[in-house]
């Protein structure tokens, strides 16, 4: 079993910034080897994709509501991947959720997840 935590999360005011991590609870190797996506609730929607990245950099995607806000990056060595998020949004809040799996991260091909983290983003 791979454990993810997702850390990092809080009330922004647009315009804003955060870093949200997800760090994961096994070994290196073992991180080494999933995609690693983020995935985002808001209240009453359901849970969209926002981006993933696949074992390397080579591979990432972003949803077209944050895409050129948002960028996802990930450490192996420090099994842990994360979120930065620019010019932020009302809209963007919501609970964060890490997940690891196959890319290009359809919510049905994750395998783990975290239990998430609040952004909200108000003045």
């Known amino acids: 079993q791979l454990q993810l935590v997702e850390s990092g999360g809080g009330l922004v005011q647009p315009g804003g910034s955060l870093k949200l991590s997800c760090a994961a609870s096994?070994?290196?190797?073992?991180?080494?080897?999933?995609?690693i996506g983020w995935f985002r609730q808001a209240p009453g929607k359901e849970r969209e994709e926002i981006s993933c990245?696949?074992?390397?950099?080579?591979?990432?995607n972003y949803a077209d509501s944050v895409k050129g806000r948002f960028t996802i990056s990930r450490d192996n060595a420090e099994h842990t991947a994360y979120l930065e998020m620019n010019s932020l949004k009302p809209e963007d809040t919501a609970v964060y959720f890490c997940?690891?799996?196959?890319?290009?991260?359809?919510?049905?091909?994750?395998?783990?997840w975290g239990k998430g983290t609040l952004v909200t983003v108000s003045s």
């Open positions: 997940a690891a799996g196959r890319f290009p991260c359809y919510d049905y091909a994750m395998d783990f």
């Open positions: 096994q070994s290196v190797l073992t991180f080494n080897v999933y995609a």
């Open positions: 990245m696949g074992l390397s950099a080579d591979y990432t």
